[in-house]
């Protein structure tokens, strides 16, 4: 498939890492069969727009700009572009996926600022994962965290960043270990 040739170029292993964190997450949440299959699946899209940011950003070993980070921003709208052509339920949760993971519980979040349960259950699912593996993972601009600061950091953000009772589930299963 040509959207997996374009996850290649980026960061493949985040996006695993991401799918499969989010499934654990909906697991243990008890969601159905077909919720788990495509959070899986969407999670996996969920950075895809950032095929259209350019490489000096992406790859950026300095904080960035606040006109470098407002280009960031925008790989959401260039995700939904890319998916929009694509049509299946499957594709259907990515694009909820991809448009919502950046968005915030307390409304702070982009691209819509959307609020609280206004945030769709995929969307707020993979904003954990996507962070929890942000944080963990060395990057161009910074080391990895160690577990017990994300773990704090994450804590830390519930009822802001974060629907407090699935930070609450996600940090459950990660110290307790219980991964699918």
């Known amino acids: 498939m040509i959207l997996e040739n374009v996850l290649d170029m980026l960061d493949p292993e985040h996006a695993r890492r991401v799918s499969l964190l989010s499934m654990d997450l909906a697991r243990s949440l008890n969601l159905s069969d ?9 999670a996996h899209y969920h950075d895809i ?10 790859d950026s070993e300095s904080q960035l700009t606040d006109v ?5 921003k925008r790989h959401v709208e260039y995700g939904l572009s890319i998916l929009s052509v694509q ?21 702070t979040g982009y691209p819509n600022r ?3 349960e206004g945030i769709p259950l995929y969307g707020r699912i993979v904003s954990i994962c996507d962070t929890y593996d942000a944080l963990t993972s060395k990057r161009s ?5 160690p577990i017990d600061e994300t773990l704090a950091y994450i804590n830390n953000q519930k ?6 009772y699935l930070t609450e589930v996600f940090l459950q299963i990660i110290q307790e270990g219980v991964l699918v």
């Open 49 to 58: 727009g950032k095929i259209s940011i350019p490489a000096s950003i992406l």
């Open 141 to 145: 601009y910074k080391s990895a965290w």
């Open 159 to 164: 009822g802001k960043a974060f629907d407090p």
């Open 87 to 107: 049509t299946s339920e499957e594709m259907d949760a990515a694009k909820v996926i991809v448009g919502t993971h950046h968005e915030r519980w307390d409304g």
């Open 68 to 72: 470098e980070f407002e280009i960031m």
């Open 114 to 116: 959307l609020k609280g």
């Open 34 to 42: 077909q919720d788990f299959e495509r959070i899986g699946y969407g």
